[in-house]
């Protein structure tokens, strides 16, 4: 949530920045309610307080024997109009809250301006894409002649965009995940977190998750949803709390199922496992102090990007537009992996800076220690890595002519076998 002090002292920012975001100006009308709720809550205070001195008043006449005809009549158009102006405070703000609500993070200025990806700004390349001496095949073909990777069976029984994966290819998976929260917890000094996987609505509004996007969340009949990714899970862990600046910056990870109803995805990749209903992913959050943020969240890329470098996958680093960033985030950066059977770089993760926008929704701030006052704290996530894109990859790269797939030389002791032979 953006911070409405900000905007009332930063006219002409908000719009500049939803202008930048393909959004609608909102400052005015953002402005209007605030002052109309704090009207009214002004208005209700000045009456409360009429109330208490008529009340006062009343009883000082009463025990002194006068007249109290009018003080009475004076005591009951205060209540009256007291619960009217109530009630309308109440309104107000929640017309403001439901409004402030609904706006993104206000982007960094390190970000490029642009309507969509195709403005995203490349900043690195790791590794060079292979040459074949053969047409690469996607990972789906793959799957198929090794006879591990069904789709048809699952559409059965759960529809469109779920897999089986069998034999070595649910090893594989396995394999991939295991390798990427030991680097993580052993080399990277993150600490591993089992989450729950089901949250409450207070849980998903205070990462972001709602109200805007609750079309693309499954929702349970208990009025909770399944996690779209374990960010929303191990941000809210400080959810209400007061932390102390000593506890900063905090990093966790976990490696979760995450689900995705995909309702603003509808026709796109829709063969084979690149978007899915229910997908694993390995998940970076970090809770810092605001002058830890941007170190952080370079830190945080970095870590993502040595997953790829140990498995000597090409990749590319780029930081999003302001037009293809993420609702949350002040600033991201998506890593692409290089899938020779699709002939071009694919997002893997998305490493993003938040600055205090998801704190203020969940109220997690931190004590100062030199001052002692509490101010809010800034977050991170990112995706360390998405392991069903990244064994997509594995089978991409490392694919022989003969359909026998390679096992990078950093996952061999995770998988057991230095290859997956051709059937």
Not at 83 to 90: D, I, L, P
Not at 143 to 155: C, H, P, T, Y
Not at 292 to 307: K, N, S, Y
Not at 388 to 404: H, K, M, P, T, Y
Request: charged content about 25%.
């Amino acid at each position: 949530m953006i911070d409405i002090n900000f905007v009332r002292q930063n006219p002409g920012v908000l719009d500049k920045a939803m202008k930048n975001r393909n959004k609608q100006p909102v400052e005015a009308e953002l402005l209007r309610l605030d002052e109309k709720s704090r009207a009214l809550q002004t208005r209700l205070q000045k009456l409360q307080e009429a109330r208490n001195a008529n009340s006062a008043a009343f009883g000082k006449a009463k025990a002194q024997g006068q007249d109290v005809t009018e003080l009475q009549s004076r005591m009951e158009a205060l209540k009256k109009e007291i619960a009217e102006v109530a009630e309308a405070a109440t309104a107000a703000k929640a017309e403001f809250a439901d409004f402030i609500a609904a706006i993104p993070n206000i982007p960094s200025d390190e970000c490029p301006v642009g309507a969509d990806e195709n403005d995203n700004v490349e900043v690195r390349r790791f590794g060079t894409p292979r040459d074949f001496d053969f047409t690469p095949l996607e990972h789906h073909e793959l799957g198929a002649k090794l006879g591990m990777m069904d789709f048809e069976r699952s559409a059965r029984i759960a529809g469109s965009r779920f897999v089986f994966l069998f034999s070595e290819l649910a090893r594989l998976e396995r394999a991939l995940a295991q390798f990427m929260l030991d680097v993580h917890t052993k080399e990277n000094g993150y600490t591993e977190v089992y989450v729950p996987l089901i949250l409450e609505q207070k849980a998903m509004f205070g990462v972001g998750q709602l109200p805007k996007f609750e079309e693309d969340l499954f929702k349970t009949t208990l009025g909770s949803y399944l996690i779209p990714t374990a960010e929303a899970s191990l941000t809210n862990i400080h959810n209400g709390e007061i932390l102390n600046e000593c506890e900063l910056p905090l990093r966790y990870t976990a490696y979760t199922p995450c689900f995705r109803s995909e309702a603003g995805a509808a026709g796109r990749d829709t063969v084979g496992m690149l978007r899915q209903h229910q997908f694993g992913k390995v998940e970076l959050v970090s809770i810092t102090t605001p002058e830890q943020a941007a170190e952080e969240h370079e830190r945080m890329t970095a870590c993502a990007e040595g997953i790829l470098k140990k498995l000597e996958l090409p990749f590319r680093t780029v930081v999003l537009s302001t037009g293809d960033m993420g609702f949350s985030s002040e600033k991201t950066y998506d890593l692409e992996v290089w899938l020779p059977g699709q002939g071009k770089y694919r997002e893997i993760s998305s490493c993003s800076r938040c600055n205090s926008f998801q704190a203020r929704r969940m109220n997690t701030r931190f004590k100062r220690t030199a001052t002692g006052k509490n101010e809010f704290v800034h977050t991170l996530n990112g995706s360390g890595l998405a392991v069903g894109r990244c064994l997509i990859a594995v089978l991409e790269n490392f694919q022989q002519s003969d359909g026998s797939i390679k096992i990078p030389e950093a996952l061999v002791p995770y998988f057991g076998k230095t290859e997956i032979a051709a059937r």
